[in-house]
């Protein structure tokens, strides 16, 4: 059975950093090019940030130089580093493999307010 859990969201000032994780089983996590996305209120999901099996990283314009994604495999385990948040950094974030295929999990709530 497939399963995502992210975790590490919160409640933080602009400026501030939080770092997200998504620990995932039931597949060959090793294999998969993974991404982190987020679903802003009353907005669709997008995606933010992306790294291969090769470990080759991308990035959504917005969030260039400011998030770094990166993996254990031993962990079967992505992270999202998030520093210099923003308001409209807001929003829950979701990790998926890169063409948001596996089942989605509950996501993690991250709110930037003063």
């Known amino acids: 059975q497939v399963q995502l859990v992210e975790s590490g969201g919160g409640l933080v000032q602009p400026g501030g950093s939080l770092r997200l994780s998504c620990a995932a089983s039931g597949i060959a996590f090793d294999s998969k090019s993974m991404g982190w996305y987020r679903q802003a209120p009353g907005k669709q999901r997008e995606k933010v940030a992306t790294?291969?099996?090769?470990?080759?990283?991308d990035y959504a314009d917005s969030v260039k130089g400011r998030f770094t994604i990166s993996r254990d495999n031993a962990k079967n385990t992505v992270y999202l580093q998030m520093n210099s948040l923003k308001p409209e950094d807001t929003g829950v974030y979701y990790c998926?493999?890169?063409?948001?295929?596996?089942?989605w999990g509950q996501g993690t709530q991250v709110t930037v307010s003063s």
């Open positions: 998926n493999d890169v063409w948001g295929r596996l089942p």
């Open positions: 790294i291969s099996v090769i470990r080759t990283t």
